[in-house]
């Protein structure tokens, strides 16, 4: 039996693994649905049909299962695309934000998980972590556009993809509505822009 392994030691194809994605699968559901308050570990054992038992034990808390959907959104998200200049990097970036922000369940769960993170601090820590995965993935794009010469030396590159997706998630937060790809366009020029001029040397 493995179904008690903790997230992260799953065995592909194993019980385990089946157990582990349905669980998660209705948890997105949940979320998008209904929200962060509305997420409920015996509701999900019942929607993803495995024990109440199993979902305690191997999660424990919501906030537990949010941080284990969060850390498998970051393992399953596209890798980056790398075009050879800087400002086609960060419009790849740009696009991938907003087609994931328009999705009708990805969108909906980002903004609960969002919203959970300001008074959940478990929540918040495993935001944290899943933007971190996903600047570390995407700042070698910007590190070998200093080495092409394309923005100067010293440059942080993690800073410069925060700046293309953060004004993305501000209008999806402010304006209630997934950026458009006009939107998506001007964050990827006006990050490449600062960038050049260098606003985010070290």
Same mark, same amino acid.
Do not use: N
């Given at each position: 039996m493995d179904e008690d392994a903790g997230p992260g030691t799953v065995r592909p194809g194993g019980r385990t693994?089946?157990?582990?994605?349905s669980v998660l699968q209705a948890a997105g559901d949940v979320l998008a649905e209904r929200g962060f308050a509305q997420l409920d570990l015996a509701d999900v054992a019942r929607l993803a049909g495995v024990g109440k038992t199993t979902v305690y034990r191997r999660w424990g808390t919501v906030a537990g299962l949010v941080a284990d959907l969060l850390a498998e959104m970051a393992e399953e998200s596209v890798p980056r695309t790398e075009t050879g200049s800087l400002l086609g990097d960060l419009r790849a970036n740009a696009d991938l934000v907003r087609r994931t922000l328009g999705d009708p369940r990805q969108g909906a769960l980002f903004q609960a998980v969002i919203a959970a993170? %300001?008074?959940?601090?478990? %929540? @918040?820590?495993?935001?944290?972590r899943f933007y971190d995965a996903r600047i570390a993935e995407w700042a070698p794009c910007v590190a070998r556009a200093v080495d092409r010469g394309e @923005?100067?030396?010293?440059?942080?590159?993690?800073?410069?993809?925060?700046a293309v997706s953060a004004p993305l998630y501000y209008g999806l937060l402010t304006a209630g509505k997934p950026p458009d790809e006009a939107t998506a366009e001007r964050a990827a020029r006006a990050a490449t822009a600062a960038a050049r001029a260098g606003v985010f040397v070290r």
């Open positions: 693994a089946r157990v582990r994605a993170a %300001t008074y959940d601090e478990r %929540t @918040a820590q495993a935001l944290r @923005a100067p030396a010293g440059t942080d590159p993690a800073e410069v993809i925060r």
